[in-house]
């Protein structure tokens, strides 16, 4: 397979996260987080460099991206959609959110609009399982969601086919 | 004219609108020209009067809640009158549901400013490293060892007996390392404690440094909890720049730093040798034990790897001694527990009890029954990998020892209420499907295990496979007996007690044999 590249522009930035970073004991982490901070997600270009600057090799460093549900290789949607299916949520109506967020969307699960809108993931719990069930959008938290709510806040964010 | 009010910051209360009430708030002070003293604490874990607004008063705090922004101006207006309205609660610390707890651990959750060192100290905060650097590291492991305490992520390991095989372990280096890695569906007390007093975390992590003689620790944190990273943060520097961490802590000459490390969304990071995998940078695979982290743990050094809340609970053990904490509890199951209720419940929150009461009296004393009104069918005890019991085995006591009886377990102490629609079959599916998700991948019955369950269950339900049943529970014998870690070896748990107490779920009448 060939090897992914970066510009030289997205080289030097990924080349000043290491750098800044690599010091540290466990760096990895640290560094992806950043790069994909950075960049909205983890360029297949970027892992030769982090690689050769940690003294790991390529599969080590890939085998970390995708160990881990936060780490993506491509970029995501304009807004992250995070619903959470755990036992809490279950028990006050997450299965009813769900229809309606994969309905409003047109996506399932781990899909991107295809206008590249929106992105919706599941989660297992958010911690906000006293005020279930939860969502967040945009990286904010909403808690108690009714369908209808969900609507609101779908249509506040411009996503998905407005609520009649 | 000034006016001092109280308003989380807390992440389940701005989920359902604390921040739209502050700039409310914000605006009703400045429309009536008076000057708004707003503070923002921790919760108090009564998250169905969420957002919950307190203000001070000759017989203490004052609570008003669930306030919505459109209650604001209203509610200002009665503030600065005396008090009156309707969405009053009273005092806050005589309502029952609070009034009738232990809280040791989260003695000042909700109470206090989480990122101010000085309300810290002024809660008493801080006399428990004072103690600790009076006494060697012997005498602390000791206190800890005679207060009972176990560890509070779950597998209720004694915490003393953990820190005096660091503590005698030979190595350069040594680590404390936090497990805030609270991945378990249903728990939220970490998250809590770390949005509402950090410093309580911060002070015990500090203290075992003391304790096993490490000069540095981490906190593992997963990525779902932004909130309690950026209070942690904010804690972190506050106790840097009082002298509380780094060189010389509070002039003793003593050392000791910590680092937030952020994970990645993987539930397996909450079991501890995956976790330190992850903080050294890789993939978040279980090891094999022996050997111990104690003996062998991050980098290979010895390391005391504790939950949140067992490093939170040690400030107050060493200040006032192991005796204090060991006379709360029952058998051996000593101290208090957070217990988390949550689902489909009227009251959820959390409940910070002495151990020994029982599942009734927290889903109905304190709960008040279900959200919906419905009959109880169900309650999951111990998050995704706890069992389901029925309203049948509600008078069972919530200590380690007494669940294990009923065949289920403690866990993180989270407890999730079902009402009479839920499908168990669904549930128990969901359970296996968790543990394909979530697998490190490492040992086979719980890689492989989980999605053949999956597809037992499917054939099940579907109705068309009713012999399945002996290839099921085949399949659950083999994954408790040989999986690696606890997400394998107990993925069968919640799906055999459904089996065993909902079989009409399954399509089996009472009397099949499951």
Known sequence: MAIAKLSLEHHARVLSIVRALKQREGALLPILHRVQAEFGFIPPGAVAPIAEELNLTRAEVHGVISFYHDFRSTPPGRVVVQLCRAESCQALGAQALAQRARTRLGIDFNQTCADGSATLLPVYCLGNCACSPAITIDGQLFGRLTPERLDEILDAHGLGAPAR | ?514
């Open chain 2, 1 to 514: 004219m000034s006016i001092r009010v109280y308003l989380p910051r807390d992440s389940g209360a701005l989920s359902v609108g604390a921040e739209v009430v502050a700039r409310a708030l914000r605006a009703e002070a400045s429309r009536h020209g008076t000057a708004l003293e707003l503070i923002r604490t921790g919760s108090r874990g009564l998250y169905w009067l969420e957002p919950l607004l307190e203000t001070d008063s000759a017989q203490g705090r004052i609570g008003y809640g669930p306030v919505a922004p459109g209650n604001v101006p209203g509610l200002f207006a009665a503030l600065l009158a005396g008090g009156d309205h309707p969405l009053r609660l009273g005092p806050i610390a005589q309502i029952p549901y609070l009034a009738r707890q232990e809280r040791l651990t989260f003695s000042r959750v909700g109470v206090i400013d989480p990122v101010s060192l000085d309300d810290y100290l002024a809660h008493g905060g801080y006399r428990g490293l004072r103690r600790a650097l009076e006494l060697s590291a012997d005498q602390i492991v000791a206190e800890v060892t005679d207060s009972g305490l176990r560890g509070r992520g779950g597998a209720g390991f004694p915490c003393g007996i953990k820190w005096r095989t660091a503590l005698g372990a030979p190595g350069a280096r040594k680590y404390v390392v936090c497990n805030a890695d609270e991945g378990d569906s249903g728990t939220f007390a970490d998250r809590m404690l770390m949005e509402g007093d950090p410093l309580s975390l911060i002070e015990g992590m500090t203290i075992a440094g003391l304790a096993i003689g490490a000069a540095q620790g981490y906190i593992y944190l997963r990525s779902e909890y932004p909130h309690a990273a950026a209070t942690l943060e904010q804690a972190l520097a506050a106790a840097r720049a009082g002298g509380y961490l780094g060189q010389d802590l509070m002039g003793s000459g003593r050392h000791f730093d910590l680092e937030l490390r952020v994970g990645a969304g993987s539930y397996i990071c909450g079991e501890e040798t995956a976790l330190l995998e992850s903080l050294e940078g890789k993939r978040g695979m279980v090891r094999y034990k022996p050997p111990l982290p104690a003996i062998s743990g991050l980098f290979g050094q010895p390391t005391a790897i504790n939950n949140v809340l067992t490093l939170a609970s040690v400030p107050l053990i060493i200040e006032r001694g192991g005796k204090f904490y060991q006379e709360y509890g029952s058998g051996r199951s000593r101290g208090t527990q957070p217990i988390q209720l949550a689902g489909n419940v009227k009251h959820p929150g959390l409940i910070e009890k002495a151990f020994g009461i029982s599942l009734r009296e927290i889903v109905y004393d304190f709960g008040g029954g279900t959200a919906s009104g419905r009959p109880l069918r169900a309650v999951q005890v111990g998050g995704p990998l706890g069992a389901y019991l029925p309203e049948a085995l509600l008078d069972t006591a919530l200590d380690y020892e007494a669940l294990a009886e009923a065949g289920g377990l403690l866990g993180h102490g989270g407890i999730v209420v079902f009402d009479d629609t839920v499908d168990m079959a669904a549930m128990a599916r969901y359970a296996m499907e968790f543990c394909a998700v979530e697998s490190c991948g490492k040992c086979t019955p719980c890689r492989i295990g989980s999605t053949r369950g999956v597809e037992i269950l499917d054939a099940i339900i579907a109705g068309r496979r009713p012999d399945q049943f002996a290839l099921l529970e085949d399949l659950c014998a083999t994954m408790e007996a040989a999986s690696l870690c606890a997400l394998g070896g107990l993925t069968p748990l919640p799906v055999r007690s459904a089996i065993r107490h909902f079989p009409a779920d399954f399509g089996l009448s009472a009397r099949d044999p499951a």
